[in-house]
């Protein structure tokens, strides 16, 4: 078991989640009609659709929510056409960031995410300019609280799984997969009754930048909170060590 990766505390997160359940939910909705989109409506048949309605139960969405989704994604031939497009740059300190987005609209979310940059004294950068310092991994975190299972047979489960990493904090364990593997990972712990808080693929930065005065700490929150609010932006990744 390592701890190289840096997650924060459940009840932080959780919190966090709580307030923006809505922004949330219209980002797994948006994922849910490009997965079926893209691979039909069938969740047996399309793994990118299990993976996304996995992410929206980690969530707390609705079965009912899930199912209309896909039933609305499934039935409107005429449906948005999103684009995903990804932006990268920096904020404070040189604190980098990534952004990814959906949209129906390039012009607008480059503006937006612009805006989000410049607003908080950051800018956006040229593709690949800060990608390089992160790896894409598949995640899963698990609540110590909801899990039945001791850390070592939690750990053998995830590595019998395929998984590349386990780790424990302080009050959850996280698992750390390849993303070609995520989705047979996420199905064995789902198969053993293994409650996720979190399942997605995502960015980890391979190393941390710390932001000690109180301008640049606003500004990164300034520049986060401006993503956050943006119907376009699906995920945010950055090295800030908050």
């Known amino acids: 078991m390592s701890g190289h990766s840096k997650f924060a505390n459940i009840k932080h997160k959780k919190e966090r989640n709580d307030s923006a359940k809505g922004k949330v939910f ?3 909705g948006r994922e849910i009609a490009v997965a079926v989109k893209e691979g039909g409506s069938d969740p047996a048949n399309n793994s990118r659709l299990r993976d996304v309605i996995a992410k929206a139960k980690a969530n707390n969405m609705p079965n009912d929510t899930i199912d209309r989704g896909i039933k609305k994604a499934a039935g409107d031939a005429n ?4 684009e995903t497009i990804t932006y990268e740059g920096y904020g404070p300190n040189g604190v980098a960031i990534i952004v990814d987005t959906l949209t129906d609209n390039k012009n607008r979310t480059a503006a937006n995410v612009k805006n ?4 908080g004294g950051g800018n956006v950068g040229t593709p ?3 990608s390089f310092m992160f790896d894409k991994k598949g995640q899963i975190i698990i609540d110590k609280e909801e899990c039945d299972m ?3 047979e939690l750990m053998m489960v995830a590595l019998d799984a395929g998984a590349e990493d386990f ?7 996280e698992v750390l997969i390849a993303p070609e ?10 198969a053993a009754k293994i409650p996720m808080i979190q399942a997605e693929v995502t960015m980890i930065p391979q190393t941390w930048v710390e932001l000690t005065d109180e301008d640049s700490l ?3 929150n300034r520049i986060l909170d401006l993503l956050d609010a943006e119907d376009d932006v699906q995920a945010t990744y950055h090295n800030w060590d908050e």
């Not at 593997?181 to 789902?190: G, H, I, N, Q, T």
């Open 26 to 28: 219209t980002v797994i």
């Open 150 to 152: 001791d850390a070592d």
């Open 128 to 130: 690949g300019c800060v």
């Open 218 to 220: 606003k500004k990164m």
């Open 116 to 119: 989000a940059f410049t607003k």
């Open 167 to 173: 780790s424990e904090e302080e009050d959850s364990y």
């Open 79 to 82: 449906s948005v056409n999103y």
């Open 181 to 190: 593997e995520f989705s047979a990972v996420r199905e064995a712990l789902e």
